[in-house]
């Protein structure tokens, strides 16, 4: 099994800037795609960024210019780089690691979330 552990998360102001942490354990052998994404109150979970293993990045159309994913492969873990957060960046962030296992079973883990509060 793999599990994930998010950090970062937390209180700010508008304008302000948080780095949320995912770190990975278990048997990995290969992280295919890393993701984070987010779910407001009442609203669905939405894809806010993702990287592949060759460094493939993708933003939502509301986050680019703002956030940065990034990982680090040796260490199993991804990042989440937040700058000039608005009020409508308020959601609970989850961490997603597509990948396969040393014994090569697929993988589809979810952290747990993190709360990330952005007041005006």
């Known amino acids: 099994q793999v599990q994930l552990v998010e950090s970062g998360g937390g209180l700010v102001q508008a304008g302000g800037s948080l780095r949320l942490s995912c770190a990975a354990s278990?048997?990995?052998?290969?992280?295919?795609?890393a993701a984070w994404y987010r779910q407001a109150p009442g609203k669905e979970r939405e894809l806010v960024a993702r990287i592949t293993s060759g460094g493939s990045t993708y933003y939502a159309d509301s986050v680019k210019g703002r956030f940065t994913i990034s990982r680090e492969n040796a260490k199993n873990t991804v990042s989440l780089q937040m700058n000039s957060l608005t009020p409508e960046d308020t959601a609970v962030y989850y961490c997603?690691?597509?990948?396969?296992?040393?014994?090569?079973?697929?993988?589809?883990?979810w952290g747990q979330g993190t709360q990330v509060t952005v007041s005006s």
């Open positions: 997603n690691l597509v990948g396969k296992t040393i014994t090569a079973s697929p993988f589809d883990s």
């Open positions: 278990g048997s990995i052998f290969w992280i295919v795609v």
